[in-house]
């Protein structure tokens, strides 16, 4: 865990991307937040510039689990990009046989949200 935190420290920002388990997101991912989070005066999430996003099989595209993600990030005082979000549905005709994002259209919207992403870093960073 001290590696992950390190990890986390050093990042300029973070992209969690999800999948959705029972309407949430993932035992693993929330137990691993909830380890980086502590001690809650120290946490290297604490006012660190995090997009979210998910991919699913299914219709809805991790929109469940990422409305819960956020509010995990709310109590560890994060700065969670706000748009565009990506909620990936029908993941499995995204992607091709060797497992390479292919969808133009998701292809661009991921590059819009690491651009939003990289220019909320660096504006917290001038501040």
């Known amino acids: 865990m001290r590696d992950l935190r390190a990890r986390i ?5 973070l992209l969690i991307v999800t999948p959705e388990y029972n309407y949430s997101l993932p035992g693993v991912l929330k137990n691993a937040l909830d380890w980086a989070s502590r001690p809650a005066t120290g946490s290297c999430l604490l006012h660190k510039d995090i997009a979210v996003a998910g991919s699913s099989p299914g219709n809805f595209g991790t929109i ?7 509010q995990v990030l709310v109590a560890t005082d994060s700065r969670v990009l706000q748009r565009p979000e990506l909620f990936m549905f029908s993941s499995h005709q995204r992607f091709d046989d060797a497992g390479h994002l292919v ?3 998701t292809i661009d919207l991921l590059r819009s ?4 992403l990289a220019a909320q870093i660096r504006a917290n960073q001038n501040h």
């Open 9 to 13: 420290e050093a990042a300029d920002g």
């Open 64 to 70: 469940r689990a990422q409305l819960a993600l956020r």
């Open 103 to 105: 969808d133009e259209v």
């Open 113 to 116: 949200m690491m651009t939003a």
